[in-house]
């Protein structure tokens, strides 16, 4: 009689890799990026979220602490990819060619469709929905302004402009002026796009800031 060759316990799946949890999250975030975008922020819930980024609604309470969170990691991960500006605080280069970098990626980031989308989103919204209207200004607004601040509050960097020049102005101005006219880049989006007349405009508004700066 011959002897069972004796079988080997199977292996346990054990724990999924960092880089699985970090796709399964990217997943998540592009899933709810998409439905908030399709649906607007109050008309999806989490279960929908849940459902078809096919993770429990316990996961984004864990990974999020809920909706408010999770809109936050769709601004940032979206600020990521279209705005790659995030150490401008500490740049060294000429003023002008930081701000002009500065300057081109914003305007690109917020002529693109989806953030557009994202913005009239939240503009009719955000008068019903104070949560949401904190949640957006704290993913992507707030951050800008600050790192902006930190920038021209720098010695080297405040030696360059005016003496009455208001720090705590200047990032405010220097979006308006980077933005432009909203009336038109809200009704007339294509009119925004990088087109070379839109280019044209964006140097001339940062020549007016620079003029009236420095």
Excluded: W
Excluded at 23 to 29: D, F, G, K
Excluded at 82 to 92: R, T, Y
Excluded at 119 to 141: C, D, H, K, S, W
């Amino acid at each position: 009689m011959t002897k069972a060759t004796p079988t080997s316990p199977a292996k346990s799946a054990g724990r999924p890799k960092a880089s699985e949890v970090e796709a399964r999250t990217q997943e998540l975030i592009d899933v709810a990026g998409c439905l908030f975008l399709k649906q607007g922020y109050i008309g999806v819930s989490l279960e929908a979220i849940a459902r078809e980024a096919r993770v429990a609604v316990r996961t984004i309470y864990v990974k999020f602490g809920g909706k408010a969170g999770l809109l936050k990691a769709v601004l940032a991960a979206r600020r990521e990819r279209f705005f790659p500006v995030g150490k401008m605080d500490v740049d060294q280069r000429p003023l002008r060619e930081v701000i002009d970098e500065f300057a081109h990626y914003l305007y690109d980031m917020l002529c693109e469709p989806d953030a557009m989308t994202l913005q009239r989103m939240v503009i009719a919204e955000a008068a019903t929905n104070p949560e949401l209207a904190e949640a957006f200004y704290e993913g992507g607004p707030r951050m800008t302004r600050e790192m902006l601040e930190r920038y021209f509050a720098r010695p080297d960097v405040r030696a360059q402009l005016r003496p009455d020049a208001p720090v705590s102005q200047l990032p405010s101005y220097l979006i308006a002026c980077i933005i432009g006219d909203p009336v038109v880049r809200y009704l007339f989006p294509e009119r925004a796009a990088g087109s070379e007349e839109a280019r044209r405009l964006l140097a001339e508004r940062l020549e007016l800031f620079y003029r009236s700066i420095l």
